[in-house]
């Protein structure tokens, strides 16, 4: 697989990485934790280098389970882990703090198994905790050795130039794809302006974009998609009108509609690297076949047509979620 540079920062990884949350987190849980090490186990060998965890997945076991899948090619691979949506015990807190941030980045370390994370995003912004703080404290841990680059996650624009005034953000994640495009107004041009990488998570829309998913489909009540307002049933019968227009788009390319969209994310932007989740092993080497998909300024053009015909309707977060992001 190609690999991309997240932005200037000198860091190379996969053209496509892979999300692990949904391996034991937010999603029905039916892998066993060799099944799963054996699926990131197979990205790696497909080609992938850059694995995405946090610390609240599970909360940490998600971190252990990367880690461990990792070990045997550890210095081949780029992972990504986030702090400040639980406390050092777990718990769940928006806290930015600095003293937090050092203290739950050891436990992070440990549970990795390295002595250096190679990205550690702030998951959410903390408004009670100035970002010239945060990216001080990041920066401390990266003098120490224990962090390489600086992330953040579903930040606004102006923390994210605030944060990189401080220290170098190599990175910026939040959700982007054909059906949450929010990103377009103002992220992704101020992390092209400050050579900043971009990392769409839900690339697939939390698997709705790849025509698996229906008004019919029912979701665990573990899965965190019951809450969300994009996936009531009325508004997945209203959005496959969106699907329908892809199916058609990438049947004319020899492709599907997850490689259509993962694809499209591609040629938005060379900083630009998705990283899609699943649970199947079919799934995983279809996504990343995506990146050999190229697409047309007039293939470009169609998706764009067809995307704007469409409405999507329901909100991607309730109301008090999607009040802590683009902070």
Not at 64 to 90: C, H, N, W, Y
Request: charged share 25%.
């Amino acid at each position: 697989m190609k690999k991309r540079a997240l932005g200037m920062s000198g860091l190379e990884v996969s053209a496509i990485g892979f999300g692990c949350m949904g391996l034991n987190h937010h999603r029905s849980a039916t892998l066993s934790r060799d099944e799963s090490i054996a699926l990131i186990r197979r990205a790696a060998d497909l080609g992938v280098t850059f694995f995405d965890t946090a610390q609240v997945y599970g909360p940490f076991t998600n971190e252990k389970l990367v880690g461990d899948a990792l070990a045997p090619v550890r210095d081949e691979m780029t992972i990504a882990t986030k702090f400040g949506q639980v406390d050092a015990s777990g718990q769940p807190v928006l806290s930015s703090r600095p003293e937090l941030i050092k203290q739950s980045t050891d436990g992070s370390l440990s549970r990795l198994g390295v002595e250096t994370i190679d990205l550690l995003y702030q998951h959410r912004v903390d408004p009670d905790v100035p970002i010239e703080e945060v990216a001080g404290a990041v920066k401390e841990l990266m003098q120490q050795g224990k962090v390489k680059h600086f992330g953040l996650s579903e930040a606004g624009a102006e923390t994210i130039r605030r944060a990189h005034a401080v220290q170098q953000v190599t990175a910026v994640q939040s959700e982007y794809s054909l059906w949450w495009r929010r990103p377009e107004e103002e992220v992704l041009p101020v992390c092209e302006e400050l050579g900043v990488g971009f990392v769409p998570y839900s690339p697939l829309g939390r698997g709705f974009l790849t025509g698996a998913i229906d008004e019919h489909t029912t979701f665990d009540s573990s899965d965190n998609r019951n809450s969300l307002p994009r996936f009531t049933v009325e508004a997945r019968k209203a959005n496959q009108a969106l699907v329908t227009r892809l199916r058609a788009i990438s049947e004319r390319k020899g492709a599907t509609p997850p490689q259509l969209a993962l694809a499209w994310l591609l040629a938005q932007a060379a900083l630009i690297v998705p990283i899609p989740g699943t649970t199947k092993v079919p799934r995983l080497e279809e996504n990343l076949r995506a990146e050999a998909l190229e697409l047309t300024s007039d293939d470009l053009a169609e998706i764009d047509h067809a995307a704007s015909e469409v409405p999507v309707v329901g909100d991607r977060y309730p109301v008090e979620l999607e009040q802590i992001t683009n902070l």
